[in-house]
């Protein structure tokens, strides 16, 4: 098949295409850097340089393609306004070049930011009306509403948290842990289910290449549960370390975040840690309900939160990021 992958140069995008290169697709991928996409030249990708909002290169990205991957998104802005410029006209430019050329299928990596919290004890399930409690949320669902609103053959799939080789956001729990810390927002408490992003990619072909799985929205994940806390000993159990784990009450986190916000706009730099990024923090539950995946595409997470949490920190080891 053929395939085009967006944000290919990230930690999702370079999993999804490396899935695709195992299948033996045949797969471009648009980029924004030479440099950054000339790491993924052992898969022997296509590049199209140039991003969401060069017009003339996503026409020349998805023309011929079987399926389009859209991984690329912002997660952190200044702004409300810059977020949606970038998540949801961004997305609407490259639906509109597909439907222009009359793309088989569109696969989206949403977030289960745009779907809102879970309750404790009843996981999402896809069915729910969507409720997000952040700008970055909001901008993900209008990013979905382009989808869904396109003359495309569409899946949309909302993972909770990602965690894996190269990511950058669970490295730094494993560097707190390996000081001997935890800080978990709230009382420690707070549900939460995850997927390793070698299963991601997994779920993002199955979610591409079956039919039932056309007009739906999924949430990819392991079905375990965990709490913040738990999530702080099992890194520090993959390492050897006993971590403290460190609640921080709503009031001291929302000041804290507060105070990274204004730090990082004073350096000219944007950052996930903002006042905003509260609302998603003390939720009572971030859960997803992978069985509607699985019934439509027979996809599985192949990794609980102990192994993938094992298979991450060799890899941090042996890349020198630990």
């Known amino acids: 098949m053929r395939t085009l992958v967006t944000g290919a140069t990230g930690f999702v995008g370079s999993h999804l295409a490396e899935a695709l290169h195992r299948r033996g697709d045949e797969v471009t991928v648009l980029a924004r850097s030479a440099s950054k996409a000339a790491a993924l030249a052992p898969l022997g990708v296509h590049v199209v340089a140039g991003d969401l909002h060069d017009r003339a290169a996503l026409q020349r990205a998805v023309d011929g393609q079987d399926v389009v991957y859209h991984v690329a998104g912002v997660v952190a802005a200044r702004s409300e306004a810059d977020f949606m410029a970038a998540n949801r006209d961004g997305t609407r430019n490259l639906v509109e070049a597909a439907e222009r050329v009359g793309s088989k299928r569109f696969v989206m990596v949403s977030s289960?930011?745009?779907?809102?919290?879970?309750?404790?004890?009843?996981?999402?399930?896809?069915?729910?009306?969507?409720?997000?409690?952040?700008?970055?949320?909001?901008?993900?669902?209008?990013?979905?509403?382009?989808?869904?609103?396109?003359?495309?053959?569409?899946?949309?799939?909302?993972?909770?948290?990602?965690?894996?080789?190269?990511?950058?956001?669970?490295?730094?729990?494993?560097?707190?842990?390996?000081?001997?810390?935890?800080?978990?927002?709230?009382?420690g408490t707070q549900e939460l289910t995850a997927v390793h992003a070698a299963d991601l990619a997994e779920a993002l072909v199955a979610a591409g290449t079956r039919v039932a799985a056309v007009g739906r929205t999924y949430y990819p994940c392991h079905p375990e549960i965990f709490t913040g806390a738990?999530?702080?000993?099992?890194?520090?159990?993959?390492?050897?370390?006993?971590?403290?784990?460190?609640?921080?009450?709503?009031?001291?986190?929302?000041?804290?975040?507060m105070v990274t916000e204004a730090a990082a706009r004073l350096a000219g730099r944007t950052t996930i840690l903002t006042a905003d990024k509260a609302n998603e923090f003390f939720q009572p539950a971030w859960t997803g309900d992978p069985a509607p995946l699985t019934r439509d595409t027979g996809w599985r997470a192949m990794r609980d939160l102990r192994t993938g949490l094992e298979e991450t920190y060799q890899w941090y080891r042996t890349a020198g990021w630990l």
Not at 123 to 147: C, D, F, I, M, N
Not at 233 to 249: E, H, L, N
């Open 112 to 187: 289960m930011a745009a779907a809102g919290p879970a309750a404790k004890g009843r996981p999402l399930t896809g069915a729910e009306p969507p409720s997000p409690v952040t700008a970055y949320g909001r901008s993900k669902l209008a990013a979905e509403q382009a989808v869904t609103g396109a003359r495309l053959a569409w899946s949309i799939l909302r993972p909770p948290m990602v965690y894996g080789p190269r990511d950058r956001e669970v490295l730094k729990v494993f560097r707190l842990a390996r000081l001997g810390v935890g800080p978990v927002m709230g009382d």
């Open 230 to 257: 738990e999530m702080v000993r099992a890194v520090g159990r993959v390492m050897g370390k006993s971590p403290a784990v460190i609640r921080v009450p709503a009031p001291v986190g929302r000041g804290v975040l």
